[in-house]
């Protein structure tokens, strides 16, 4: 990072998560599963889910009013706003757009999605950091957003059981006092293994040529396939992040990672070498909430008294693309 490079501080925090509850029990309402079945394979005893015309722009809204409350930022100093979001209610107006609106924000600040699905809140803090750092906008709205249980086959017991929905949400800016909040970043994709998870829009081609095939709208996982990749794959840009943060794995507070499968986590911390009070874990009740996932964690933590504040915390995650990142960050006190 070059001297004039503006540092950025994390300024505040928020999630929104639905109301209504799925349990592992409820499930064996849908197909042969036990909760000792599920929990067991991954760690999730519950997940949250939208109920009817809920969606991930009034999760998403609520996450964004108590980041932008606890930053103590006015709404109308936002210049801009990113949502990271791979499962919205609709691919446009962008749910950036929607959030922009539901919360007032004036000037008519630039808006827009992207998608790099359960990395989505690290790619987002990569943009926001440039963007600030190169003095183009000074306070930055990031949002993460899903309702994945609107895209999932409710008949597919291996993948239906993971996902819940939720958002979070995180206010950054230029920081004033000099100290960069983020000591480290890094975001990576490849691809060549896309096909690892994905999901397909419909559509039809015009009538007067050939017909496309036709495609479901559903999520599709190889979930073997995605354990064996983060294993081998995430554990070493951790360990990069931690380098180039001038640190080593002890000096670093608390492990935040991505909420998709607990023996996931279980194996960053065994790589880590963290005892449990470092790592941040809520699996069990929200289950994988997508891009959302982090930000829930990391806010829960705080509320819950699990993550002091004034610490330092490595951020994690992977998704669909195949995407994956992560960030060694500085936790401000007022921050949530």
């Keep these: 990072m070059t001297q004039n490079v503006k540092p950025i501080r994390i300024a505040g925090i928020g999630y929104g998560v639905p109301e209504t509850v799925i349990t592992n029990d409820d499930l064996t309402k849908l197909y042969d599963t036990s909760d000792e079945w599920i929990y067991t394979r991954t760690g999730i005893k519950e997940r949250r889910v939208v109920s009817g015309n809920e969606n991930a722009v009034d999760l998403g809204f609520a996450a964004a009013k108590m980041a932008v409350e606890n930053s103590g930022i006015n709404v109308e100093d936002i210049n801009c706003v990113i949502a990271a979001s791979s499962a919205p209610p609709q691919l446009y107006p962008a749910l950036s757009c929607n959030v922009q609106s539901r919360l007032g924000i004036p000037n008519y600040v630039p808006s827009f999605d992207l998608t790099a699905a359960c990395t989505g809140l690290i790619y987002a803090l990569q943009v926001a950091r440039g963007l600030i750092g190169a003095g183009i906008y000074k306070?930055?709205?990031l949002v993460a957003a899903d309702n994945n249980s609107r895209l999932v086959d409710w008949e597919d017991r291996s993948i239906s059981i993971l996902f819940g929905d939720g958002a979070g949400a995180m206010v950054v800016t230029e920081a004033e006092d000099g100290v960069d909040d983020i000591l480290s970043l890094d975001v990576r994709a490849d691809g060549s293994i896309g096909k690892?998870?994905?999901?397909?829009?419909p559509g039809n081609n015009c009538p007067l040529v050939e017909p496309c095939e036709q495609v479901?709208?559903?999520i599709h996982m190889s979930g073997r396939d995605v354990y064996k990749f983060v294993v081998t794959t995430l554990p070493k840009y951790i360990d990069k992040c931690i380098e180039d943060a001038g640190m080593v794995a002890s000096d670093i507070d608390y492990l935040i990672p991505h909420q998709a499968n607990q023996r996931i986590i279980e194996a960053l911390q065994q790589r880590l070498e963290y005892p449990d009070e470092k790592v941040v874990s809520n699996i069990k009740y929200y289950g994988n909430t997508s891009a959302a996932s982090i930000p829930i964690a990391l806010v829960?933590?705080?509320?819950q008294g699990k993550i002091k504040l004034g610490s330092t915390a490595i951020l994690c995650g992977f998704g669909a693309g195949m995407t994956w990142g992560a960030a060694v960050v500085r936790l401000r006190e007022g921050i949530c």
Excluded: P, T
Aim: hydrophobic share 45%; aromatic share 12%.
């Design 300 to 303: 829960e933590g705080v509320q």
């Design 139 to 141: 306070n930055i709205l």
């Design 216 to 218: 479901d709208a559903k």
């Design 196 to 201: 690892y998870i994905y999901m397909n829009i």
